[in-house]
């Protein structure tokens, strides 16, 4: 297979052992990091090579916002997402390989604010609006509580980036906003724009993530190698190492 893709982004291109994928990353947390000398690296990082290298694939990464990610995922312009929630709407154009590991979403606040939650009730009932993730998922019961709004944008401001919901929350324009645990708990330890920011006890959602595969631009026999792959990562032992790796095993 082999495509060209053009728009603002990095891309680097490695050797191949008969396809070629096409991996999205945005530069952020844990999960994803450039380096000068180590070139991309990080969690997802890791587990991408580990898999597609298993599969006999070469690959290129490919830095987009997570809410576009999903759209070029869903027509065929990215053939691999990283950490992806399997859902009935997404499973009508991604293939789920996996699961990676376990996702905590948790409420970002103020260190200041006296904010603190128990129920997904209090957060739908915050005064002040909660910024989240274009295109994110944040679990089936805060997706059935957003539907019985009336008007969700009047609590819940939509941002493309994560850059931005740190801004909101430094002007106190929102009470807070939804991230993963291990992502932001990687921003306060080594982001200086998240020094005033700590985590609510309460967690939003848990569950696994996935390899999220496009139907447009994979085959089923691709997708059967891809299989294969994963299941003989399990049986090596190596997607625990990387779990290992990054403390989360």
């Not at 082999?2 to 050797?15: K, N, T």
């Not at 999903?70 to 699961?99: C, H, Q, T």
């Not at 539907?147 to 969700?152: H, T, V």
């Amino acid at each position: 297979m082999y495509r060209i893709i053009l728009f603002a982004c990095f891309v680097f291109v490695f050797s191949s052992y008969g396809c070629e994928i096409t991996v999205r990353f945005e530069r952020y947390g844990v999960q994803a990091q450039k380096d000068p000398e180590l070139g991309w690296h990080g969690l997802d990082v890791d587990f991408a090579k580990a898999l597609l290298e298993k599969a006999g694939c070469k690959y290129r990464f490919v830095s987009t916002p997570w809410g576009r990610a999903i759209k070029m995922l869903e027509l065929g312009d990215l053939d691999l997402v990283l950490s992806v929630s399997d859902n009935p709407k997404r499973r009508a154009f991604a293939y789920f390989v996996g699961p990676q590991r376990m996702e905590n979403i948790v409420f970002a606040v103020h260190r200041d604010a006296p904010v603190e939650l128990n129920s997904m009730e209090q957060l739908f009932a915050l005064d002040r609006p909660v910024a989240i993730q274009r295109g994110a998922f944040y679990g089936q019961n805060f997706e059935t509580h957003l539907a019985a709004l009336k008007d969700p944008e009047q609590q819940f401001i939509y941002v493309a980036d994560n850059n931005v919901k740190i801004n909101l929350l430094k002007n106190q324009r929102i009470s807070g906003f939804l991230e993963e645990k291990y992502n932001l708990l990687y921003q306060i330890e080594n982001n200086p724009n998240f020094s005033e920011v700590r985590i609510n006890t309460f967690i939003v959602n848990q569950e696994s993530v996935y390899y999220a595969f496009s139907k447009k631009s994979i085959t089923p026999e691709q997708l059967t190698q891809f299989e294969a792959a994963y299941i003989a990562l399990q049986k090596s032992g190596e997607l625990k190492a990387i779990l290992k790796k990054y403390k989360l095993d």
